[in-house]
């Protein structure tokens, strides 16, 4: 799931995970949907998680919650609204559809070992520069 402004992850069962854990040599596919494609309730829930972690956050920039508020509202109503969600070392990087309910789907064969960052590579208004989940996937 990539939202404004982060990512989170679930495993096969919907259970949510802090990272994706796989082991080398897994053929890894992952199903990527934007927090905008949600409904509303759901979709509310993935903003209150970056103003819970953000407001006031001097590593975020700062910004109080109502501001935070405002960025989110302005990055959708630029039509900002999908994210490029990258794993570099894998050469994954797809874009994801908010005007679908199905996720877009990525393979790829886990051949490196390590800790791997998952970064939106699109502009996506103001958080942008700030949506990396750290280490978010693990080979080993
Ligand atoms: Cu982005």
């Known amino acids: 799931m990539a939202y404004h402004w982060g990512f989170a992850v679930y495993d096969e069962k919907g259970n949510e995970v802090p990272q994706i854990e796989v082991a080398p040599g897994t053929q890894v596919t992952l ?3 934007a927090g905008a494609s949600l409904d509303h309730d759901a979709h509310h829930e993935m903003m209150e998680r970056t103003i819970e972690a953000w407001a006031d956050n001097t590593e975020y920039g700062g910004k109080p919650a109502m501001e935070l508020h405002e960025l989110m509202e302005e990055a959708e109503a630029a039509g900002l609204n999908d994210h490029l969600v990258t794993i570099a070392a894998f050469g994954v990087s797809v874009l994801t559809d908010h005007e679908s309910s199905e996720p877009v789907r990525v393979t790829f ?3 490196q070992t390590g800790t791997f960052d998952i970064r939106c590579m ?6 942008h520069q700030f949506m990396v989940l750290e280490g978010g996937l693990v080979v080993g």
């Open 122 to 127: 699109g502009l996506c208004g103001w958080g």
């Open 31 to 33: 199903e990527i949907l």
């Open 109 to 111: 064969v886990a051949d």
